[in-house]
């Protein structure tokens, strides 16, 4: 069972506002990502990090940002919510030369 | 390029039978896979790896085989169940690159179960 957590679930909010979504694992994990996917379809790496104070984009373009100041936390921020975000955001983590990726429950974003 | 894809976004099977699910991979230096389950709701769940070394993986109802000469995977799941409705995706990795862990995911496909 992975010890993985991410907060909130769902979240509504409106255009313009700035949102931060939480994700924190207590395996001791040294990498961490963060997937977007749209119901039912493929997962995109937007982030992810190798440590604390690494942060890297990932193959999918996005208009958020993180940071990993400790190896358990790992939150992604929207400085401007906009309707295009709305999606579900997934985060993972992994340790080691890499191999399974263990994911939390995701936050649904829905922007008005 | 870089991609891992499913042959059929929905696959439908009496509960009871076996469900086979596909997946076609297209970077021959892929030397890792993955399968998840993902229920509605909840985040991917961890079902079954192989590395490139095998070609078969047996684990507890669900087997993956490894075709490396067609760069195919499949996951097999015996005697399917309502709890196995799901989407499942796979996914690759290179291990041997000096690893970033990154995965690449496929499409995913959805098994539903018929009682």
């Known amino acids: 069972e992975a010890d993985i957590y991410q907060t909130p679930r769902y979240l509504v909010i409106g255009t313009g506002k700035k949102i931060t979504l939480e994700c924190s694992q207590t395996m001791g994990h040294d990498k961490m990502y963060w997937y977007q996917q749209d119901p039912g379809m493929e997962l995109h790496l937007i982030h992810y990090s190798y440590g604390v104070n690494s942060t890297e984009k990932g193959d999918l373009s996005s208009e958020s940002t993180v940071s990993r100041i400790r190896t358990e936390h790992f939150p992604l921020t929207l400085e401007s919510a906009r309707p295009s975000h709305t999606s579900q955001y997934l985060c993972?983590?992994?340790?080691?030369?890499?191999?399974?990726?263990?994911f939390g429950a995701g936050t649904r974003l829905s922007v008005l | 390029g870089e991609s891992v894809g499913l042959h059929l976004p929905t696959l439908s099977v009496q509960e009871g039978d076996n469900s086979i699910i596909n997946c076609a991979y297209s970077n021959s230096a892929s030397d890792y896979f993955i399968w998840y389950k993902q229920e509605s709701g909840k985040g991917p769940q961890f079902i079954i790896d192989i590395r490139s070394n095998m070609d078969k993986r047996q684990g507890q109802r669900v087997t993956v085989l490894l075709n490396k000469t067609v760069k195919h995977l499949s996951l097999q799941i015996a005697a399917t169940q309502p709890g196995d409705s799901a989407v499942y995706f796979c996914?690759?990795?290179?291990?041997?690159?000096?690893?970033?862990?990154?995965?690449?995911f496929g499409q995913g496909t959805t098994l539903q179960v018929k009682p």
């Open positions: 993972a983590s992994s340790e080691g030369r890499g191999g399974i990726q263990y």
């Open positions: 996914a690759e990795n290179i291990l041997s690159s000096g690893n970033t862990g990154k995965l690449i």
